[in-house]
């Protein structure tokens, strides 16, 4: 089952932190069809947020027809958002705690791989870009 977290320092809204996380479950294969949310009174007393934020989240995986409400009962995921990779995930995953773990042993702060991820994806992204246009 997922367990939220959220980042107070994020400009994100509460609503789309939760949104954002049930989507990289669904994309990493964490959450599969089938799979129950957690319920309501679970997120909210675990976060200590108002229950209306939560139920908006799963509003909006609703509408995005990602997972279904059973009144009375709990939310559940309709359909995955996990790719046909799925399957090389777990070695990336590996490799990439292996890189984490080095980047601790350097001396690297949270923020600081953080950074260091974000920046570098986003010179990936353009690179591609640039590419592209060759």
């Known amino acids: 089952m997922i367990e939220f977290h959220l980042d107070g320092h994020s400009k994100v809204a509460t ?4 949104v954002q996380q049930v ?3 669904l994309r990493t294969g964490l959450l ?6 957690p319920k ?3 997120v909210t007393e675990a976060l200590a947020i108002n229950p209306n934020t939560v ?3 799963y ?27 799925l399957a090389s995930h777990a070695a990336l995953r590996s490799r990439l705690n292996a890189w ?6 350097a001396g690297l702060e949270h923020e600081e791989i ?3 991820v974000e920046i570098t994806l986003r010179q990936a992204k353009k690179q591609d870009i640039d590419l592209e246009a060759v």
């Open 23 to 25: 989507k990289q479950s």
């Open 40 to 42: 309501v009174r679970e």
């Open 59 to 85: 509003r909006q995986l609703e509408i995005e027809g990602l997972v279904d409400g059973r009144p009375g009962v709990g939310t559940f995921v309709r359909r995955s958002l996990a790719g046909p990779t």
């Open 15 to 18: 609503y789309m932190q939760l």
């Open 32 to 37: 599969e069809p089938g799979d129950q949310l």
């Open 100 to 105: 984490l773990r080095d980047a601790r042993e």
């Open 114 to 116: 953080v950074a260091l």
């Open 55 to 57: 139920l908006k989240a």
